[in-house]
């Protein structure tokens, strides 16, 4: 499965179950097993570099299991290759997310002239509820 141009996935790393779809539906809900389960092992993929597993992991949440498999479950649609399509394109945009490096933050420093003004307002508001308060008696 090809996800960019320099990262592709094996098919025989995505594991496909069809289980039973909840919600409406009627008599076909019943019958037909169209909700697809997709299942990808991230932190066993020897197609994904170190650090897109590690930015993947942390994009999944809670869809990422306690082993490093990834789960997504499609069953939006009545039939189940739509679903299939569905997840397989979740995972596709999931991955790609993943190959972005974050950009760097750039540290930065308030101005000397905004320093003053935020100090020089803190002073106004210390003498304004300075005056509030009751003079002490002495």
């Known amino acids: 499965m090809r996800i960019t141009e320099t990262l592709a996935i094996d098919e025989s790393e995505i594991e496909e179950r069809f289980v039973r779809a909840s919600g409406p539906g009627g008599q076909h809900v019943n019958t037909t097993s169209s909700a697809v389960q997709l299942r990808f092992d991230v932190k066993g993929s020897p197609s994904l570099p170190d650090a897109v597993k590690h930015r993947m992991m942390r994009l999944a949440g809670s869809r990422m299991t306690k082993t490093g498999e990834l789960i997504i479950q499609a069953d939006g649609e009545r039939s189940q290759a739509r679903n299939r399509e569905a997840a397989r394109e979740r995972l596709k ?34 003498d304004k509820k300075a005056l509030r308060r009751t003079p002490r008696a002495e």
């Open 93 to 126: 945009a999931l991955l790609i997310a993943a190959t972005k490096t974050p950009k760097p933050r750039k540290k930065s420093r308030p101005s000397l002239s905004s320093v003053r003004r935020q100090k020089q307002a803190k002073k106004q508001r210390s």
